[in-house]
C-alpha cells in the first residue's frame, strides 16, 4: 500500500480516518496531536517544572521523548523523570535499567521512588499477605500515593503520564460500569489544582495504544516490553477486550467514547465537584476521609499479615531512591 499523502510505501493503515501513512508521515501525524493534546491541557508561561511518571513502558518512555523534544528549545520549562518500583522483582527492575538509560540519553533528572520507602511493602509482599485480593487495587492507590510524593519532592508544577486513548476509553468505561461518578468527575487531565495533590498531563491522551508502541519502534524507543506478573487478575483487562472489541467493529469508538467524555465532564463536574480535603490522621496526606486510602491499605495489610510493616516508612535498606546516574 501507498501513503495517502505522498505516495511512498506505508508502514500503517489508520482505520478510524482510512489513511495509508509512510513513516514520516505517520511520525508527523503523531506528534502533532500530542503537541495539540499539551497545549489543550496545558499553558506554559515559563518557570514550570514537569515530572514525568516514566515506567520505562512505551508509553511513558514515547511521553519522556515527546516531553523532552517539545520542552528542550523551552529554557524556561524543566523536566525530571520518575520511576515507581513497585516491588515486583520478576518485572521491574528491567523497566527501571531501560528508564535510567533513557534518562541519561535525553539529560534528564531521574529518581525511583520505592513503595517500600513510601508505604513500607514491596507489593510482592502485598500479594503474598492479602492473595485473595486484586494486587492493582492496591497498587493503583500506592502508586498515586508515590507519584505525588515524588512529583512534591522535585518542586513539580504537573505530573506528566503516559496515560494512551485506550487507557482513557477504558476508565471511563469502567467507571460508568461501576456507577462511580464521582471518581468519572476526577478523571485526569486536571485543569485545577487541589492543595497537596500535583495536577496530571495526559500528553497521549488522543493516540491509540497500538499508534505508540509503532511510533515507539519507528523513533528507535528502547523500552521495557514485559508484563506485570499480576495484571492477569486486574479488572481492566476485561475493559481493554470490550474496547478492543468495539473499535474492532467501529474504528473510532474509541475517539467517540472520550470525545463524548468530554463533552459530558462540565456537567459531570458541577455536580460532583472536588471536596474539599483534609490532611490523613495518620501520614498528612490529602484526604477526603479520616485517614487515606494508603492509610487504610496500610492498616489492612498489617491487620492480615498478624503485625505492621514489613519496614519502616522511609527507612528501605537502599535508601531514599535516588539515580545517582542520570
Ligand atoms: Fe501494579 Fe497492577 Fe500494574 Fe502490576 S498490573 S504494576 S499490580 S497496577
Not at 152 to 171: F, H, I, P
Request: charged share 25%; proline share 6%.
Amino acid at each position: 500500500m501507498e501513503c495517502s499523502k505522498c505516495g511512498t510505501p506505508a508502514v500503517t493503515l489508520i482505520r478510524y480516518s482510512g489513511q495509508h501513512l509512510c513513516g514520516d508521515h505517520f511520525r508527523a501525524f503523531f506528534e502533532r496531536r500530542v503537541k495539540r493534546e499539551l497545549h489543550r491541557q496545558v499553558d506554559l508561561r515559563g518557570g514550570e517544572r514537569i515530572a514525568v511518571g516514566l515506567s520505562g513502558g512505551k508509553d511513558s518512555s514515547t511521553t519522556t521523548v515527546l516531553l523532552h523534544d517539545i520542552l528542550s528549545p523551552r529554557r524556561d520549562v524543566e523536566l525530571v523523570a520518575v520511576t515507581v518500583d513497585e516491588g515486583i522483582a520478576s518485572y521491574r527492575p528491567e523497566g527501571i535499567r531501560l528508564a535510567q538509560d533513557l534518562c541519561r540519553g535525553l539529560g534528564i533528572e531521574h529518581r525511583v521512588v520505592r513503595y517500600e520507602d513510601t508505604v513500607g511493602w514491596r507489593m510482592d509482599e502485598v500479594v503474598a499477605a492479602d492473595p485473595e485480593a486484586i494486587p492493582c487495587s492496591y497498587c493503583g492507590v500506592f502508586r498515586r500515593n508515590a507519584l505525588n510524593l515524588a512529583a512534591r519532592e522535585v518542586a513539580a508544577d504537573y505530573v506528566a503520564t503516559g496515560l494512551n486513548l485506550d487507557d482513557t476509553a477504558q476508565s471511563i468505561l469502567m467507571n460508568v460500569a461501576r456507577g462511580d461518578v464521582e471518581k468519572l468527575a476526577r478523571l485526569g487531565p486536571h485543569t485545577r489544582a487541589q492543595p497537596g495533590l500535583v495536577p496530571r498531563l495526559q500528553p497521549l491522551r488522543s493516540v491509540p495504544d497500538k499508534e505508540v508502541y509503532l511510533y515507539a519502534i519507528l523513533r528507535g524507543i528502547r523500552f521495557h516490553d514485559g508484563a506485570c506478573p499480576y495484571a492477569e487478575r486486574a479488572q481492566r483487562r476485561r475493559f481493554r477486550e470490550v474496547v478492543n472489541r468495539l473499535e474492532a467493529d467501529a474504528p473510532g469508538t474509541r475517539h467517540a467514547i472520550v470525545r463524548g467524555y468530554d463533552r459530558l465532564r462540565p456537567a459531570i463536574t458541577g455536580q460532583f465537584p472536588p471536596v474539599p480535603l483534609d490532611e490523613c490522621a495518620s501520614c498528612g496526606e490529602p484526604t477526603a476521609g479520616l485517614l487515606c486510602k494508603v492509610c487504610e491499605l496500610r492498616a489492612r495489610l498489617g491487620t492480615l499479615a498478624g503485625s505492621a510493616a514489613p519496614r519502616a516508612v522511609g527507612a528501605s535498606e537502599e535508601g531514599g531512591g535516588r539515580d545517582a546516574g542520570a
